[in-house]
């Protein structure tokens, strides 16, 4: 009897788990970074950054517990400039990456989201310049980094506005030297996972 119960139990949730609702979509945004520039000297914020994000996303709900896991797939660019006091120049650095957080979320009031998870970034590629001039990255730690997210959502029909917050567990620095001109004398290391506000807008087809 246990068995036989056992074994409808398992077909429920088989099924359950087959039928369980799927969305899927599009979504873009900007992101509002926090980067930080080390020298041999000092550590410097930057006087601006900025950046923008585009890709796709899909939702499975899971039975039962009422939650859903949400993965993404999503390309990032940042963006941000420096004021080198000691030279008096300005600094410039560039990062792409594809970011693929996944989200265990949970809907509240109808239209509420919270959801929070680990967030796996690749990077493509970087650049830092001074003063126009192109650094050579003689160090990066890792080309693939992990953070998280956490934030909070709203759904209207197909659409979505979500406000999330990313961080990473540890640094994940490159290094640029300074041997294309004399007259730098600090070697430069900036964060591949700077600290960032992300606002998303996503479609749900």
């Known amino acids: ?23 899927y979509g599009i979504k ?3 992101n509002f970074n926090a980067s930080e520039l080390s020298t041999d000297s000092d550590n410097l914020d930057s006087d601006d950054s900025s ?13 039962v517990v009422g939650i859903y896991v949400r993965p993404e797939v999503v390309y990032t660019s940042l963006s941000s400039e420096y004021s080198l006091p000691g030279i008096g120049q ?14 265990l979320g949970m809907k509240f009031i109808g239209v509420g989201n919270f959801f929070i998870g680990p967030s796996f970034q690749y990077v493509l590629d970087s650049d830092f310049s001074v003063a126009g001039i192109d ?9 693939i ?25 540890s640094k994940a620095e490159s290094a640029y030297n300074d041997s294309a001109e004399e007259a730098l004398i600090n070697n430069f290391k900036i964060d591949n996972q700077p600290n960032q506000f992300v606002l998303g807008l996503s479609y749900k087809f």
Do not use: C
Not at 1 to 23: D, E, G, P, Y
Not at 57 to 62: A, D, G, Q, S, T
């Open 135 to 143: 650094l050579e990255q003689d160090d990066v730690k890792e080309d």
């Open 145 to 169: 980094n992990v953070g998280f997210q956490i934030g909070l959502g709203i759904e209207f029909w197909k659409l979505g506005i979500d406000l999330r917050y990313e961080s990473a567990f």
């Open 51 to 63: 950046g923008y994000h585009a890709g796709v996303w899909l939702r499975f709900k899971v039975p």
């Open 28 to 30: 873009g945004g900007l």
């Open 90 to 103: 300005t600094a410039k650095f560039n990062l792409n990456r594809i970011d693929v957080p996944v989200l």
């Open 1 to 23: 009897m246990k068995t036989k119960i056992f074994v409808i139990a398992l077909l429920t949730f088989a099924f359950q788990s087959a039928t369980a609702q799927v969305n």
